[in-house]
């Protein structure tokens, strides 16, 4: 149990365009999904956390204004990723947590976005 | 200083080595801490968690916890090829809290 898919897998796309991933908790309901990102050879940076049916929490640093998070149901997360430059392109990985008392996220298999 | 520092790696061992993956902390208030596994170009999966200090055993791994040294560890016994993939410790201050990942390291198992 606790399935995370991501679509799309991955997306080419010309810089200034709009993408959109959408993250789905397969077999649970997620009142909180978490989105991050990951350069090569480094570790996931969080971007924002999604609560459902409220606005996201974004961290540090990140354009909430660049990267919409839409969290309207409570299986499926979207992240917009507006106008997007070469420099956006990344690995995208969505989590959603699970309440057991304890802090475990099931992660999405990613997200592989080029801006040209 | 980074909130969580991991051996930068990576990481090549014959089969069946025991390996040793560790990670050290600067937050005192971390509680809640995990190991993932990652293999290329998929999400992380959940190997491994533990609350506060002690070991944790799991077949061929175990987890440790000493939040005295604010250190964390894994252990993965018999090692195998298939073990080949990049592990990630994380760590949160609360059940519900975000969590705080190692940069990860690359382990590679030589047949």
């Known amino acids: 149990g606790a399935v995370v898919s991501q679509h799309p897998s991955w997306v080419i796309c010309k810089s200034g365009t709009s993408v959109k991933i959408e993250c789905r908790s397969l077999d649970f309901q997620a009142t909180t999904m978490f989105w991050y990102r990951q350069f090569p050879k480094q570790s996931l940076m969080l971007m924002a956390t999604s609560n459902e049916g409220s606005k996201a929490t974004y961290e540090q640093g990140v354009e909430k204004d660049k990267f919409l998070i839409n969290h309207a149901s409570l299986t499926l997360s979207t992240l917009t990723v507006t106008s997007a430059h070469p420099e956006d392109s990344s690995f995208y990985i969505c989590?959603?947590?699970?309440?057991?008392?304890?802090?475990?996220?099931?992660f999405g298999p990613g997200t592989r976005l080029t801006v040209l | 200083q980074k909130e969580v520092e991991q051996d930068p790696g990576p990481l090549s061992v014959p089969e069946g080595a025991i390996v040793s993956l560790n990670c050290t902390y600067s937050n005192s208030a971390f509680q809640y801490f995990m190991w993932y596994r990652q293999y290329s170009r998929k999400g992380p999966e959940l190997l491994m968690y533990t609350y506060s200090s002690g070991n944790k055993e799991d077949g061929r791994f175990t987890a440790q916890v000493d939040k005295s040294s604010k250190y964390i560890s894994l252990f993965i016994r018999d090692s195998q090829p298939s073990d080949s993939a990049t592990y990630l410790c994380?760590?949160?201050?609360?059940?519900?809290?975000?969590?705080?990942f190692g940069k990860g390291i690359t382990l590679s198992v030589r047949p």
């Open positions: 994380a760590m949160s201050t609360g059940a519900n809290s975000k969590l705080t």
């Open positions: 989590s959603a947590r699970v309440n057991r008392g304890y802090n475990e996220q099931f």
